[in-house]
Each structure stands twice: as structure tokens, then as C-alpha cells.
């Protein structure tokens, strides 16, 4: 069984950064795709970034350029390190790994960002 473990969310002032980190343990499927998603309140969850597990990106238009995705293969851990933060980006942010043989979800962490 896969797990999945967030972290680093809080709280940030606009322009700020934050760093989220997904720990993954159990055995899955070398070929994945993780993605972040946030849900703000009232709207729907949205993708915001992805990798490939052979490390293609892509991202979300709104924070292409502000956000970026990588991962340390080495501790199963997924990494969104989100710089000049805005207060729209104010959300519950979850990761997800779509290995071959499964979907999984972290808990989510709340990120708000807020002078």
C-alpha cells in the first residue's frame, strides 16, 4: 500500500515562498506521474503541476514560472517549491501519484497566503 505525506504548508505573506514536500512509502510502479492539485473554497480542485517519472514537467498557466516541480528519487519524495506567492493561490494543496498500478493522495496541506 502506498502512502503519501505532506508538508510545508502555512501561512505567507503575498510575494512570499513555500516549499511542499510528498513523501511517498510503499512499493509502486517506477512509471508515474505525480501531480499537485489545490481546491480553494467554493471551486473546484484544479491540477497546478505535474512530473513524469522521467522528469517532464508542466504546469498550470497561472504559476508557470512562480512554482516549480521536482523530485528526489533517491528519498520517494516530491517536491513544489512555489515562489512570489499570491493571495490566489490561497488553497488545500494535495499531491497525487498515478503510478501504473494505482492512484494515490496525500492528505493535503493548506497554503494561505495573506498580508
Known amino acids: 500500500q502506498v502512502q503519501l505525506v505532506e508538508s510545508g504548508g502555512g501561512l505567507v505573506q503575498p510575494g512570499g515562498s513555500l516549499r511542499l514536500s510528498c513523501a511517498a512509502s510503499?512499493?509502486?510502479?517506477?512509471?508515474?506521474?505525480m501531480v499537485w492539485h489545490r481546491q480553494a473554497p467554493g471551486k473546484l480542485r484544479d491540477w497546478v503541476a505535474l512530473?513524469?517519472?522521467?522528469?517532464?514537467?508542466n504546469y498550470l498557466d497561472s504559476v508557470r514560472g512562480r512554482f516549480t516541480i521536482s523530485k528526489d528519487n533517491s528519498k520517494n519524495t516530491f517536491y513544489l517549491q512555489m515562489n512570489n506567492l499570491k493571495p490566489e493561490d490561497t488553497a488545500a494543496y494535495y499531491c497525487?501519484?498515478?503510478?501504473?498500478?494505482?492512484?494515490?493522495w496525500g492528505q493535503g496541506t493548506q497554503v494561505t497566503v495573506s498580508s
Open positions: 497525487n501519484l498515478r503510478p501504473l498500478d494505482g492512484d494515490y
Open positions: 510503499g512499493s509502486f510502479s517506477r512509471t508515474y506521474t
Open positions: 512530473i513524469h517519472n522521467g522528469g517532464g514537467t
